[in-house]
């Protein structure tokens, strides 16, 4: 809690244009966080995706609440408003939607969909920090945004960090005395919470690093558009168009995506992963199985049909992808992908 930690988070609510940062010492404490001040508990029910990371429904079923899986939408990977309403029951705390890969969830559907429910919205921005929906900047979207500044985020600390983001005074206050054990002053703890502070270094290191955020946002638009325009030249489709072959992902123009990955869809994701690994070229799955599949979830079945989000997660590969990525590497990578698909 040294000076650079809330030097840290006014310059961050000032670029996501809220009230407040509230920062802590991981994305997981983060939503641990947010749902801690929403008063999310136990047998209390959060919507959510299947198709993230295993944090996202774990921080969940940690406070004793029950992660509720909702399908995913097949062109953006992000939860489907089309199946949140009917997964709402009187026992919904919260929806927590993520913005997977570096895009925004659908903000206005969703938004809508829980202010006729009167449920709050938790963002899980882990992925999207930088990226922005109409204007609006991912992790300002909703109640409350979190986010994660792990090393391998868009913006990353050299070891685990994350905020949480509001423009509502009172989440503000519980938020920052749950993340200090409850206190609000020295040795008074009107709350439970957790230690959950960020390291100064790493606040540190995010100030210096936030100075070229901005240019790095925009690269990694540049870099992700290029492989899509590269990928299509050569007769690739974008997801909205289809279901098998070699797919790339489809960006509205009101949306600003940072990429946090490159994401493709291929009909022999094990080949393709063999002949970039022959070109010395990395690549990963995220996520090779549903949450709802995970055994640590089997006592929580899924709210209805979870078709896509089984589909998907099959044929999903990320490619190299960081704001420093050169024509060179990305074309050498297309190729590589291209003759292993043909």
Do not use: W
Request: glycine share 8%.
């Amino acid at each position: 809690m040294g000076p650079e930690v809330s030097a840290l988070e006014q310059r961050l609510a000032d670029f996501v244009e809220v009230s407040h940062c509230v920062s802590v010492s991981s994305g997981t404490d983060a939503l641990l966080a947010a749902m801690m001040a929403l008063g999310v508990g136990p047998g209390d029910e959060v919507i959510t995706t299947p198709f993230t990371f295993v944090a996202t429904a774990e921080s969940i079923a940690l406070l004793g609440a029950v992660p509720v899986f909702v399908d995913i939408d097949p062109v953006s990977y992000n939860i489907s408003p089309d199946g949140i309403s009917a997964a709402i029951t009187k026992r919904t705390r919260a929806i927590m939607p993520v913005s997977l890969y570096g895009q925004c969830y659908a903000v206005d559907e969703v938004r809508t969909i829980a202010g006729e429910a009167e449920v709050p919205v938790i963002e899980d921005g882990a992925q999207s920090f930088g990226a922005a929906s109409r204007g609006r900047r991912s992790c300002g979207l909703s109640e409350i945004g979190c986010t994660s500044f792990f090393p391998s985020k868009p913006l990353g600390c050299y070891g685990d960090g994350g905020a949480c983001f509001t423009s509502d005074a009172d989440l503000a206050q519980a938020l920052r005395q749950i993340r200090n054990h409850g206190q609000d002053r020295r040795y008074h703890h009107p709350l439970l919470g957790l230690n959950a502070r960020l390291d100064t270094l790493q606040a540190a290191i995010l100030l210096a690093k936030l100075d070229g955020f901005e240019a790095e946002i925009q690269a990694r638009a540049a870099i992700g558009q290029r492989y899509t325009d590269e990928f299509e030249r050569a007769g690739a489709a974008l997801t909205r168009d289809a279901e098998v072959g070699l797919l790339v992902p489809f960006i509205p123009d009101d949306q600003l995506s940072v990429y946090a990955q490159y994401t493709i869809q291929v009909d022999d994701r094990d080949g393709v992963i063999e002949a970039l690994r022959h070109e010395g070229i990395p690549s990963a799955v995220h996520y090779p199985i549903p949450l709802n599949e995970q055994p640590a979830f089997d006592n929580y079945p899924a709210a209805q049909d979870l078709t896509v989000s089984r589909r998907v997660s099959r044929r999903v590969l990320s490619l190299p992808m960081h704001p420093y990525l050169s024509e060179e590497d990305q074309d050498r990578i297309v190729n590589t992908v291209l003759a292993a698909c043909s």
